[in-house]
């Protein structure tokens, strides 16, 4: 009995201890200092615990095709998109020509290497300007932008190019845009533009030259770290894979480094993608392209478009039995990414555009467009092919998402809750991204570092939230939305979800 006893008071003493060590390890976190920058539930960065609720990918709306690459200097070999918004314009490049291992480029012999834009006031309806730069069949009344004679000086590839609006402050305004093309002696060079139409070359010296370079290769300005990253490819043991550096100077990059995966399955990635996320550039997102060789199986001759791909893995075998689809990963230093084993764009139905080699490859960049619902907030479109190597052109297809949209954490009608890890900020009220049902609701509590609610600002005081929008300040006892006298201090939140969504939350003014 004594002993019966003494292990009670032993197990008393134990759970003391371990609550003690609990809370003094609480007290030993350095809180995240998240300022009032906006922060997305795409990773686990912020998250300490998850009851009842769920990290759930969401995956974009397929929309109506919005340029077909019909004119007689591009074809059905059109990729490597790039896509920003500039001004009160959208601007798309893409590579025009037949892919040469498709029928239509042995009908034609229309070579893919030329670099052409495209121009858009809302993001859906496209058109072609007339530049007057580069010559085809005796005319220059066409939107081409670069031809291999114009990159003669590096052997340059226009049909490996990405293009980017250079957002760095120093940037002269002479070399506000910018190309990355593949060239030789091997390696990635630069080419500049003051209006994103004539380019030259910026240096007969390639920034990069540790990589394979035959995908598109991109770079950026890192407004957050304050320096220029490049994204290229590169091979690891026959396996498609990715690198990065990074560089204050967009002309010279130290070694690349691979990029991480914690936790994720090898997988042969064709492109990366990669970007910071307009809305919260801390954030960088990547949807790469998976390269899948699924082989001459049953499923692959039950596919759209038997005929093509027999001829074309005549060429090469993977040519006829490799299918693509897009993925989505997500970093906050541009290395180590968290990415997703299910796919973000899926083909699709079986049609004649679709289960492609090259199908799914989502443009670089995205831009924010106007809901096709009334009233409704502004969406994010992304650009994706359909129909590369088919016929005669290649199709560009909108995708549609809600603002912040990729990731939420969900809990179902039972419910669920979220606590942070301890964070400091800076702001007066608090702002919600999220989606209920029409019985679903969300509550937010704000705890000390310890986990022990603030007076006034309980779950109990917490009216239930409920509703569809991308900005909702949060309110407490007597309708107060302040949490200004909460500011720079270490707290936590708590969130109580049912049958709702929860894509991002920030502090604001």
């Given amino acids: 009995m004594k002993s019966q006893r003494f292990q009670a008071a032993l197990a008393t003493v134990s759970v003391a201890v371990i609550l003690m060590l609990d809370a003094a390890s609480s007290l030993a976190v350095e809180p995240i200092d998240i300022g009032s920058r906006r922060e997305l539930l795409v990773d686990q960065h912020l998250i300490e615990r998850l009851d009842g609720v769920s990290l759930e990918l969401h995956r974009p709306t397929r929309r109506e095709v919005v340029f077909r690459s019909d004119a007689a200097w591009e074809g059905n070999g059109s990729a490597y998109q790039s896509v920003f ?35 858009s006031n809302d993001g859906i309806h496209w058109t072609r300007p007339e530049l007057g730069i580069v010559e085809f069949d005796g005319s220059t009344k066409n939107n081409l932008i670069l031809d291999k004679a ?14 980017f609006k250079d957002t760095n402050p120093d940037c002269p305004d002479s070399e506000r845009y910018k190309i990355v093309i593949k060239g030789s002696p091997r390696g990635l060079y630069l080419m500049v533009s003051a209006d994103g139409f004539h380019f030259r070359l910026k240096s007969d010296k390639p920034f990069a030259t540790d990589g394979a370079f035959d995908s598109q290769n991109l770079m950026f300005w890192d407004s957050v770290g304050g320096v220029y990253r490049e994204y290229h490819r590169k091979f690891d043991k026959g396996v498609r894979g990715i ?13 690349p480094e691979w990029l991480a995966y914690p936790g994720a399955a090898e997988q042969a990635l064709y492109t990366n993608q990669v970007q910071p996320y307009y809305r919260a550039p801390h954030i960088f997102m990547g949807f790469p392209m998976r390269y899948n060789d699924r082989g001459w199986s049953p499923s692959m001759k039950t596919l759209p478009g038997l005929e093509e791909r027999q001829f074309r893995s005549k060429q090469s075998g993977r040519y006829g039995t490799t299918v ?30 679709t289960w492609v080699y090259g199908d799914n490859f989502i443009f670089w960049g995205m831009v924010q467009t106007k809901s096709h ?31 912040d949209g990729f990731v939420s954490a969900t809990a179902g009608w039972k419910g669920g809750r979220l606590q ?23 509550r937010v509590e704000i705890q000390d570092a310890d986990g022990k609610p603030l007076e006034g600002y309980s779950l109990a005081d917490c009216p239930e939230i409920f509703g569809d929008t991308i900005a909702r300040t949060v309110v407490w006892k007597n309708d107060s939305k302040d949490v200004s006298s909460l500011a720079g201090k270490p707290v936590r939140l708590l969130l109580a979800l049912k049958d709702a969504d929860l894509y991002s939350f920030r502090f604001t003014e």
């Fill in 85 to 119: 918004q500039d001004g009160d314009r959208f601007l798309m490049y893409y590579r025009g020509g037949h892919h040469p291992n498709s029928k239509a480029y042995q009908a034609s012999r229309n070579s893919w290497e030329t670099l052409c834009v495209a121009e």
């Fill in 150 to 163: 114009m990159v003669e000086e590096i052997r340059g590839s226009p049909a490996h190019t990405a293009v």
């Fill in 243 to 255: 690198v990065t550096a990074a560089s204050k100077d967009a002309g010279i990059f130290p070694k």
């Fill in 324 to 353: 693509t689809d897009a993925a989505f990963m997500t970093s906050r230093d541009g290395v180590a990414f968290q990415r997703w084993g299910e796919a973000f764009i899926r083909p699709g139905p079986a049609t004649k555009d």
């Fill in 373 to 403: 619902l009334e009233g409704a907030p502004d969406e994010i479109s992304l650009y994706a092919t359909e129909g590369y190597w088919q016929g005669e052109s290649t199709s560009f297809r909108r995708y549609t998402l809600r603002q």
């Fill in 420 to 442: 942070t890890k301890p964070v400091v900020f800076d702001g007066t009220q608090l702002e919600l991204n999220f989606a209920t049902s029409a019985a679903g609701s969300i």
